[in-house]
Every structure is written in structure tokens, then in C-alpha cells.
């Protein structure tokens, strides 16, 4: 044997390289662990797989309010810092402010609550097998109300009802009934019917059915469907100063008569701001309420 040659297995001998220590392969290196395994074959730390996710982050819980209390400090000292003449002083004198956005708050949250007493309701209705042939007009019926120009409506609203904060509610109800009824239907239509029948088949009553199973599975359609008609609301609340329901819109449109840039913006920026701030409390609220057996991992 020549000199260097090691043995059988050894460097450079018929046995191949030997491995290098830690290397985990061959006989002299531990096992090497199996994917998401930790020392010795234990399980790793951590969820198993399929666990569902957070549901709240720190990303959808802080940059929304903080982006938007940022506008809303810009604003405050860009309106401290220019001049007001006696006209826009008058527009934004004592609690002026506060108690058109409080109107404004009023006016989106009512229509809502009352949006949601008849579209939820209604559209559990119309999946009924008895109801079920009056849906397509009643969606027709509810279709019409959103198509028609929310100010046109309110106008033809103050020749049947007249002026006041409820003309405005009607009106808003009216045009924000359609995404909670058409998103119930579609909710409850999009459940497999075989679970309705194992439902069934086990003893549950028609209306245990529908509480226990078929709303629950629903939730996240009608949850979207009551944040758009949040969103919707404050918007068209705006209108409301048109037919004497009072909001955010008294300061923008009296911002646009008198010709008056820090009115006119400052009613502007709490509008959005309020609109911004609704759809991120739904959002949340439409995490928080999901069904656990629906989240995804």
C-alpha cells in the first residue's frame, strides 16, 4: 500500500470522502430533521400548519387612525395659521364645528341601523322558498332607489315629506338599502345545500337551520355589504343640508357661497375623514365577527 493511502471509507479510499463533522450524513453527523422538525425529531416551535391567521395586525390596527390623525393635525394648524376674515369666523364661530360633524355621525349611524332592520330581514325573506319567485322585483325595486341621483331623490323626498332631518334619513336609507340586501341574498344563495339537507336530516328546525348554519356562513357577504352602505352614507349625508337635515354639508356648501377656501376645506378633509375612519372600524368590525371555521390559514 502506497503511503497516504488511508483505510476502506477513508479519505481518498474506495469508500468515498469521509463527511465532514456536523454535516448530518454519514454515520459519524446526527440525522438530519425533517422539514419543520427540531433537535432529536420533536416538532418545531410555532402553529401547526392550517392554523388560521391574526385576524387584527398591528398594520390594519395603527396606520389608518394614525394617517388620519395626522390630516386632521395638518389641517388644524394650517387653519390656525391663515387669516380669517369676519365672514369665515362667523361659519366657524364657537361649536359650530363640532356640532355639524356630531349631525353628520347621527344622521350615517341611524340610516344604517335602519337599513340593516329592513335589508337583512328582506333578503332572508326572498331566499325563502316562498318568497323566492318576489326577489328579482324587489332587487329591481331596490336597484331603482340607488340608480336615481341621490339629490334628485331628496328633492322629490321634500315634495311628499318636507323639510327636515327626516327627509334626509328616508332618503339615505332608500339609497344605501341595496348592497346589504343584494350581499344577504347572495350570502345565503352561495351556501351548499348539502348542508342545509345534513341540517335537516339531524333534527334541526327550519329556523335553527337558519341561525346556526346559514347566517353564520353569511356573515362575511353581509358584512361587506354593511360597509359599503356605511360608506355610502356618510357620503350622501352631505346632501342633507340641502333639504335641512344639517351635517358636514352646511360647512361645505357655505364654504362654496361665500367663497371661502379654509371653510370650504376644513368641511371637505372631516367628510373624508369620517369616511376614511368609518370603513376602517367596519373593516375591523368585519374581521372580528367572521366565523372562525371561515378563516384561511
Given at each position: 500500500?502506497?503511503?497516504?493511502?488511508?483505510?476502506?471509507?477513508?479519505?481518498?479510499?474506495?469508500?468515498g470522502?469521509?463527511a465532514?463533522?456536523g454535516s448530518?450524513?454519514?454515520?459519524a453527523?446526527?440525522?438530519?430533521p425533517?422539514d419543520g422538525a427540531?433537535?432529536?425529531?420533536?416538532?418545531?416551535?410555532?402553529?401547526?400548519?392550517?392554523?388560521?391567521?391574526?385576524?387584527?395586525?398591528?398594520?390594519?390596527?395603527l396606520v389608518?387612525?394614525?394617517?388620519?390623525?395626522?390630516?386632521?393635525?395638518a389641517?388644524?394648524?394650517?387653519i390656525?395659521?391663515v387669516?380669517?376674515?369676519s365672514?369665515?369666523?362667523?361659519?366657524?364661530?364657537?361649536?359650530t364645528v363640532?356640532?355639524?360633524?356630531?349631525q353628520h355621525?347621527?344622521l350615517?349611524?341611524?340610516?344604517?341601523?335602519?337599513v340593516l332592520?329592513?335589508?337583512?330581514?328582506l333578503?332572508?325573506?326572498?331566499t325563502?322558498?316562498?318568497?323566492?319567485?318576489?326577489?328579482?322585483?324587489?332587487?329591481?325595486?331596490?336597484n331603482?332607489?340607488?340608480?336615481?341621483p341621490?339629490i334628485?331623490?331628496?328633492?322629490?323626498?321634500?315634495?311628499?315629506?318636507?323639510i327636515g332631518?327626516?327627509t334626509a334619513l328616508?332618503?339615505m336609507?332608500?339609497?344605501?338599502?341595496?348592497?346589504v340586501?343584494?350581499?344577504?341574498?347572495?350570502?345565503?344563495?352561495?351556501?351548499d345545500p348539502?348542508?342545509?339537507?345534513?341540517?335537516?336530516g339531524?333534527?334541526?328546525?327550519a329556523?335553527?337551520?337558519?341561525?346556526?348554519i346559514?347566517?353564520?356562513?353569511?356573515?362575511?357577504l353581509?358584512?361587506?355589504?354593511?360597509?359599503?352602505a356605511?360608506?355610502?352614507?356618510?357620503?350622501?349625508a352631505?346632501?342633507?343640508?340641502?333639504v335641512?337635515?344639517?351635517?358636514l354639508?352646511?360647512?361645505?356648501?357655505?364654504?362654496?357661497?361665500?367663497?371661502?377656501?379654509?371653510?370650504?376645506v376644513?368641511?371637505?378633509?372631516?367628510?373624508?375623514?369620517?369616511?376614511l375612519?368609518?370603513?376602517?372600524?367596519?373593516?375591523?368590525?368585519e374581521?372580528?365577527?367572521?366565523?372562525?371555521?371561515l378563516?384561511?390559514?
Amino acid at each position: 500500500m502506497s503511503a497516504g493511502a488511508g483505510p476502506p471509507g477513508g479519505t481518498g479510499g474506495p469508500g468515498g470522502p469521509a463527511a465532514a463533522p456536523g454535516s448530518g450524513r454519514g454515520p459519524a453527523g446526527p440525522e438530519e430533521p425533517a422539514d419543520g422538525a427540531g433537535p432529536g425529531g420533536r416538532p418545531a416551535a410555532g402553529p401547526p400548519d392550517g392554523t388560521p391567521a391574526r385576524r387584527l395586525t398591528w398594520h390594519s390596527l395603527l396606520v389608518t387612525p394614525v394617517v388620519l390623525a395626522l390630516v386632521l393635525l395638518a389641517t388644524y394648524l394650517w387653519i390656525t395659521a391663515v387669516p380669517l376674515d369676519s365672514i369665515a369666523e362667523n361659519a366657524l364661530v364657537g361649536d359650530t364645528v363640532r356640532v355639524r360633524l356630531w349631525q353628520h355621525v347621527k344622521l350615517t349611524a341611524i340610516s344604517t341601523f335602519w337599513v340593516l332592520v329592513i335589508a337583512v330581514p328582506l333578503g332572508v325573506a326572498l331566499t325563502r322558498r316562498r318568497l323566492r319567485p318576489a326577489a328579482p322585483v324587489v332587487t329591481s325595486i331596490a336597484n331603482i332607489g340607488q340608480a336615481t341621483p341621490a339629490i334628485g331623490m331628496l328633492a322629490l323626498l321634500v315634495v311628499w315629506l318636507g323639510i327636515g332631518p327626516g327627509t334626509a334619513l328616508v332618503g339615505m336609507v332608500v339609497y344605501a338599502v341595496l348592497p346589504v340586501l343584494s350581499n344577504t341574498m347572495a350570502g345565503l344563495r352561495a351556501i351548499d345545500p348539502t348542508l342545509i339537507e345534513a341540517s335537516r336530516g339531524i333534527g334541526m328546525s327550519a329556523a335553527g337551520t337558519l341561525s346556526r348554519i346559514e347566517l353564520p356562513l353569511a356573515v362575511p357577504l353581509i358584512l361587506a355589504g354593511v360597509r359599503t352602505a356605511l360608506v355610502l352614507n356618510v357620503g350622501t349625508a352631505t346632501l342633507a343640508t340641502f333639504v335641512g337635515g344639517g351635517g358636514l354639508g352646511d360647512i361645505i356648501t357655505t364654504g362654496i357661497v361665500t367663497q371661502r377656501m379654509p371653510v370650504l376645506v376644513l368641511g371637505s378633509v372631516l367628510t373624508v375623514v369620517l369616511a376614511l375612519l368609518v370603513d376602517w372600524l367596519a373593516s375591523l368590525a368585519e374581521q372580528l365577527l367572521r366565523p372562525h371555521g371561515l378563516e384561511t390559514g
